[in-house]
């Protein structure tokens, strides 16, 4: 499976932002998908992650940040409100089979989206 990954783009603290992940090659709906981030100068971080089990967040965005996906447009959404400067980074959406592998070592990757948060 191929993904592809857009939406992002320089907004201020306090406002919203909507990524995709659409994937290609084959139907999305098989795989467990995530949304991880790395920002300047650090590790990069598992954010949420969707699959048949229902949903995972991490700590950092629980409750700001909803992941979603549209079966019928083979995309995955990761809806992220009350942005704050630490949010800045890159965001990248990820895939596997495994509920458990896309939270930490999933097996195919799409490019990277810049997300800017000025405070």
């Known amino acids: 499976v191929q993904l592809q990954a857009s939406g992002g783009g320089l907004v201020q603290a306090g406002e919203s932002l909507r990524l995709s992940c659409a994937a290609s090659?084959?139907?999305?709906?098989?795989?467990?998908v995530a949304w991880f981030r790395q920002a300047a100068g650090k590790e990069r971080e598992f954010v949420a992650a969707?699959?048949?089990?229902?949903?995972r967040y991490a700590d950092s965005v629980n409750g700001r940040f909803t992941i979603s996906r549209d079966n019928a447009k083979n995309t995955v959404y990761l809806q992220m409100n009350s942005l704050k400067s630490e949010d800045t980074a890159v965001y990248y959406c990820?895939?596997?089979?495994?509920?458990?592998?896309?939270?930490?070592?999933?097996?195919?990757w799409g490019q990277g989206t810049q997300v800017t948060v000025s405070s």
């Open positions: 090659g084959r139907t999305l709906s098989i795989y467990a």
């Open positions: 990820a895939a596997d089979v495994s509920t458990v592998a896309v939270r930490t070592t999933p097996s195919y």
């Open positions: 969707i699959s048949r089990s229902g949903t």
